[in-house]
């Protein structure tokens, strides 16, 4: 959710709020498998969160990169990197944590 706190905030798009579908919909999807967690759904979530931060922290990555199949719009700016950087960084304790509950649950 940090993530998703990182990526709505101040991201320097001015179109970007956090009722956009951009932001919402990460959180969504965040947010039922957060509350799967807590089901007898425990193992299959924690096994999607652990797949949804990598995804998230693979794609703050590679947004960053001057790749052609990815297209920027609006345009890239050095203002714009850190906050890929602080994404990225806050997907870190969603993975941690899902990576450690995944190896102390056997």
């Known amino acids: ?3 998703w706190v990182a990526l709505s ?4 798009l ?9 932001p919402l919909i990460p959180l969504v999807i965040t947010a039922v498998l957060v509350a ?4 007898s759904f425990r193992k299959i979530a924690a096994w999607a969160l652990l797949g949804w931060g990598l995804v998230r922290l693979l ?3 590679l947004t ?9 719009d609006p345009e890239q700016t050095l203002a714009n990197y850190p906050f ?6 806050a997907q870190v304790p969603l993975v941690r944590a899902t990576a ?3 190896r102390t649950q056997g």
Request: proline share 10%; glycine share 14%.
């Open 1 to 3: 959710m940090l993530g």
């Open 9 to 12: 905030t101040g991201s320097g």
């Open 14 to 22: 001015p179109d970007r709020t956090i009722v956009n579908p951009e």
């Open 36 to 39: 799967r967690w807590f089901t």
């Open 59 to 61: 794609g703050a990555i």
């Open 64 to 72: 960053v990169l001057p790749l052609t199949i990815l297209p920027s």
């Open 84 to 89: 890929h950087v602080l994404y990225g960084l």
């Open 100 to 102: 450690h509950g995944l």
